[in-house]
C-alpha cells in the first residue's frame, strides 16, 4: 500500500478539475454511458486525452501507452472478461479498481431532483472488497500479464429514491458516485504483491473462518479470498479439521 502523497493527491485534484470545468466531450468513444468515478480516475492515471479510449483490435482501451493497456472498472468485471482474453496475450493489462474507503450517501428525488443531506456510511471499503470482482475473471489474474490496480478513495454516492421500501431507500437505483480526496493505492503487479493482504496476526495453521477473523472481514469474503490467493500460490491447502478445509502460507 502506498498512502497518497502530496503529488498525488495534486494529480488527482487536477483529473477532477479538468472533467467539472471542461466537461464531457460527448463526440468521444464511450463517454455517453462513462460516470463520474470512471472519469476522473482515467484522467488521473493518463492526462494525455491522445492515450485514452484507443482502438486495439476490436476493442476500445480506457488507456493505452508503451507500457501497456489500462481498463478501469467500478463494477462488473465480468463485463471484462472478451478485453482480457483479446489483450492479455499480447499487452500488460492493468485492470484498477476504485474503492469508497469512506462513502456518503445522499438521496435524490427523481420528480424534483432535491438532494437531501449527505449522510456517513458506516461501512468502510477495504481492499478485500475486489474478490468479489476478481472471481468473474478467475481464470486471467494469474496471466504473467495481468496487474491490477486499487485506488482507495472517499466517494459520495447519490442514489434515487426510487426502491420498493416504504421510505423508497431499499432497492434504490446508484445514480452515480463522486469522488473525494484520494487516500491510498494498491498495487499488485506479481502474485507475490498479494502477500500484502494475509494478515500479520494469521495464526497457521487456519481455516477460512480464521483468516476472515484476522483480516476483520465477513466469512462469506475470505470464502472468495483464499481460493483466488491459492490460484495466485499465496496459499495452500493443508488438509480437513471436520468439513472445514485448512490452510498455510507458502514459502515463496
Known sequence: ?????DEMQARFSAAKHEFYTEGRERDSIGVLSEKTVHAVVK?????????????V?????????????????????????EKLAAFLPEYPVTVVYPIAERKWVRWVDKESGALSERHKSPRRGTP?????????I???ITHGHFRLKLLMMEME?????????????????RMDRIPGELIAEYDFTRPEDYMELVPLELTEPFSVKEFSQAARVDASVGGQVIPLLKD??????????????IYRVKEL
Open 128 to 136: 478485500y472488497d475486489v474478490f468479489y470482482e476478481l472471481y468473474k
Open 43 to 55: 484522467r488521473y492515471l493518463e492526462p494525455d486525452g491522445d492515450l485514452q479510449e484507443v482502438k
Open 232 to 245: 495466485l500460490g499465496i496459499v495452500e491447502r493443508v488438509g480437513k479439521d471436520g468439513k472445514k478445509y
Open 157 to 173: 454516492e447519490l442514489r434515487y429514491l426510487d426502491g420498493w421500501s416504504k421510505n423508497k431507500k431499499r432497492g434504490s437505483t
Open 1 to 5: 500500500m502506498i498512502l497518497a502523497t
Open 138 to 140: 478467475r481464470p486471467w
Open 57 to 81: 483490435g476490436k476493442f476500445y482501451a480506457d488507456i493505452f501507452r508503451a507500457d501497456g493497456i489500462v481498463e478501469i472498472q467500478t463494477r462488473n468485471f465480468g463485463k471484462l472478461r
